[in-house]
């Protein structure tokens, strides 16, 4: 008698998990269906509303660009963008050092540090906005600490892992040369990281001007402020003019960041 | 030996140096476009103080409101998550050059691109114009969200697999549905699972977010809450935002670590 064995891919323990996954995740759709308090003639109604919407906004508006200080808006929602990445990167350098245990071999520091960058990223741009309004007031001060705030825990959690993965060769040398610290972090740690410091501060600035034209909704400078206006006061040949300049500006804020990334790395 | 043969260990980088020189220079440009001086930072300071002391004690009341507006904040990420992956998986598949014809790639990749054009904030305003306030718009704005991000990434898992598998059972005559099911799907599905709980955390996230422009959830609370100077509820609902999203992230941990082993 030889004993048959039948070949599965999947022990019982992987199966029930799975199982277990797709029916929660089933049972949460359905209970989310049932209760949301969703009213079915809007949903029905919204291909109208939509075409209604679009045809409102045409013809765009494009004598508003310099009438309604848009340009200037345009420019100072850059500035913000730029201003917050370079400001949040101040600040994500020594987070990021101190989250490496590599170089920081405390796991106290490093757990601060980590728990600094966790909580950064927990909170979104539009409500670090609105914090940062109800303490510098409304405006672009307060737009841009959002903007880098925000970005700590990016770029701080980025930088740790390109330091975590150093190679220790340049360290040791430098060290065995009796080098300072300073000397250390400078001459033997960021020549190694520079490519990755650059990629990931070029990619943040390019989220970052999509962020930033968006917290003048909440008051916190740019071209969301002009949107703001455009939408209170019916003005949708405006609007479309608005999304227009923040779909270039972005769009060409991508092309910008693919092309220094192509001759930078 | 003369000292000119002595090489310098670390030369002067004059173009490195430059260009530190210009981005100070930046900054103080900017710094004055944006009117920034240590006068308004220092002002704030003192306004930030007496902002987070009114933080401070997290209020309890109209805690029946917060748990309402959780629930629906999450609900809004669930039902999101499951139409737009589910939408994105076609569009994704569609939009693979590798596996369909160009007339019927580049159309996918056409609403893929539109719906990753802007930030979701701003979809939301035109959803809130269009369907009303409310979480019906939250879902639309989120389900666009997704489309955008696990299309695109879905169609570049696609475009990388192997073909092999895929010629074999071409060769052998199955039909197309079998060559998906059995030689593709199998080959992108661990990534499918990976981008699938990454935009269930991402969609949580912002759906605790697009609320501040009337589409539902949790945020719309928090900026009443601001607007009215109720700073102790505020600190009561980031705190929940806050678990809730960390929450939501040790969740998805969780099941991509089921799908890993």
């Known amino acids: ?265 | 030996m003369n000292a000119a043969m002595v090489r310098e260990p670390f030369k002067p980088h004059w173009w490195g140096r430059m260009g530190w020189l210009l981005l100070v220079a930046y900054c103080v440009y900017a710094l004055s476009d944006l009117n920034i001086t240590w006068a308004r930072f220092t002002a704030g300071l003192g306004a930030g103080a007496k902002f987070v002391s009114e933080m401070f004690p997290p209020s309890t009341k109209r805690l029946e409101l917060l748990t309402q507006n959780l629930v629906e904040t999450v609900e809004i990420a669930v039902i999101s998550s499951a139409f737009g992956i589910a939408l994105s998986l076609p569009l994704g598949l569609l939009s693979a050059r590798n596996l369909m014809p160009a007339w019927l790639s580049w159309p996918a990749r056409a609403i893929i691109a539109i719906s990753r054009s802007f930030h979701p904030v701003i979809f939301a305003i035109l959803f809130v114009k269009a369907v009303g306030f409310g979480p019906l718009a939250g879902i639309l704005t989120l389900v666009f969200a997704s489309i955008g991000f696990v299309g695109k990434l879905f169609a570049e898992a696609i475009e990388e697999i192997s073909l092999k598998p895929v010629e074999a059972m071409t060769a052998a005559g199955a039909p197309f549905a079998s060559v998906l099911t059995f030689a593709v799907l199998p080959q992108v599905f661990n990534r499918f699972i990976g981008f699938s709980t990454y935009q269930f955390d991402s969609n949580l996230r912002n759906s605790t977010m697009i609320g501040v422009v009337g589409a539902g959830g949790i945020g719309g609370t928090l900026f009443a809450a601001f607007q009215r100077f109720d700073y102790d509820f505020l600190c009561t609902i980031l705190i929940s935002i806050i678990a809730l999203i960390m929450l939501g992230e040790s969740l998805a941990i969780k099941i991509k670590a089921v799908f890993n082993d």
């Open chain 1, 1 to 265: 008698m030889t004993e048959h064995r039948t070949w599965t891919r999947f022990t019982r323990a992987q199966r029930l998990a799975r199982f277990a996954v797709y029916l929660g995740a089933v049972a949460l759709l359905a209970v989310s269906m049932d209760t949301v308090e969703v009213i079915p003639d809007f949903l029905y109604d919204a291909p109208k509303q939509v075409t209604d919407l679009l045809r409102r906004m045409w013809p765009v508006d494009f004598g508003a660009y310099h009438k309604q200080g848009i340009h200037e808006a345009l420019i100072e929602t850059l500035n913000i963008s730029t201003l917050g990445t370079i400001l949040s990167l101040l600040m994500a350098v020594p987070l990021g050092v101190m989250a490496a245990p590599n170089i920081v071999p405390v796991g106290f520091l490093n757990w601060i540090a980590r728990f600094v960058l966790v909580s950064s990223r927990t909170v979104n741009t539009l409500v670090w906005a609105i914090l940062f309004v109800a303490v510098f007031g409304p405006g672009a001060l307060a737009g841009t600490a959002a903007i880098a705030f925000r970005s700590i825990g990016f770029c701080g959690k980025l930088l740790g892992e390109a330091l975590e993965e150093i190679k220790p060769g340049p360290i040791e040398a430098l060290k065995a040369a009796g080098a300072p610290w300073t000397s250390i972090l400078i001459k033997g740690y960021w020549p190694q990281v520079a490519p990755a410091f650059w990629g990931l501060a070029l990619f943040r600035w390019d989220i970052n001007v999509r962020e930033s034209a968006v917290i003048g909704l909440v008051g916190a400078g740019g071209i969301g402020v002009s949107l703001e206006n455009a939408l209170n006061l019916f003005r949708w040949t405006q609007v479309s003019l608005v999304l227009l300049c923040i779909f270039a500006v972005v769009v060409l804020a991508e092309v910008f960041v693919t092309h220094i990334r192509q001759k930078l790395i």
